[in-house]
């Protein structure tokens, strides 16, 4: 299996733009999770979803965030408009069966907005 | 609230040395603890994971050790080799609350030639 794919890998945008992040989690699995990290405040778990469906985004910053997950192997997390504290580099990560099981990781993108 | 904390923040150390990176949450009811190791410009992969009823894992050069009552972890790294350079993150799942891992700000480990 080719992991957790995640794209962009680095994301470069004005201020006010829109910013969508896409993945695609591993083959079977039913947990899907998106994390932001920064240096000061490191992996922040933002939204969690178990077959398709959220069942917590009490991490989701403001309005101006939203994921998606329209099947079983795609998820977009979109930020709009973008502002320069939004850069951070986000990680999808997905697993079996939620929680108790190991989350494997994608490489993240990494965003800069300007 | 549970809080993670790591310490130190970073480790530089002569190849070949055995070395201890640690670990600790401040509510000690917890599900399970796992270890993650992040490459730079890659995500993390999970090396350990202990559940709240095991006191240790190992996997090869690595052991992992859990002491609930102190709200304790460490990782112990044998020998260790420059290919083991990367940032060692902790992370907490509460037994209260089924759907959050709390991580820590992880150690960066630099192994020298």
């Known amino acids: 299996d080719a992991g957790v794919i995640q794209s962009p890998r680095h994301e470069v945008t004005e201020m006010g733009q829109e910013v969508t992040l896409r993945c695609k989690p591993i083959?079977?699995?039913?947990?899907l999770f998106w994390y932001r990290q920064t240096m000061m405040r490191g992996l922040e778990l933002l939204i969690y979803f178990n077959n398709n469906v959220p069942i917590d985004d009490s991490g989701m910053p403001e309005d101006r965030f939203s994921a998606k997950m329209p099947n079983a192997s795609f998820s977009t997390l979109k930020i709009q408009p973008s502002e320069p504290r939004d850069s951070a580099v986000y990680f999808c990560?997905?697993?079996?069966?939620?929680?108790?099981?190991?989350?494997?990781f994608g490489p993240g993108t990494r965003l800069t907005v300007l | 609230k549970q809080e993670v904390t790591q310490i130190p923040a970073a480790l530089s150390v002569p190849e070949g040395e055995n070395l201890v990176l640690n670990c600790s949450f401040t509510d000690s009811a917890i599900y399970n603890l796992q270890w993650f190791r992040q490459d730079p410009g890659k995500g993390l992969t999970s090396l350990l994971l202990?559940?709240?009823s095991q006191r240790e894992q190992t996997s090869g050069r690595l052991n992992a050790s859990l002491d609930k009552s102190s709200g304790r972890s460490t990782l112990y790294i044998a020998a260790s080799q420059p290919g083991d350079s990367a940032t060692y993150l902790c992370?907490?799942?509460?037994?209260?609350?089924?759907?959050?891992?709390?991580w820590g700000l992880g150690t960066s480990l630099a192994v020298n030639p």
């Open positions: 202990i559940q709240s």
């Open positions: 992370a907490v799942k509460d037994a209260g609350n089924n759907r959050k891992l709390i």
């Open positions: 990560a997905s697993s079996l069966q939620g929680f108790p099981d190991t989350q494997y």
């Open positions: 083959s079977g699995h039913n947990s």
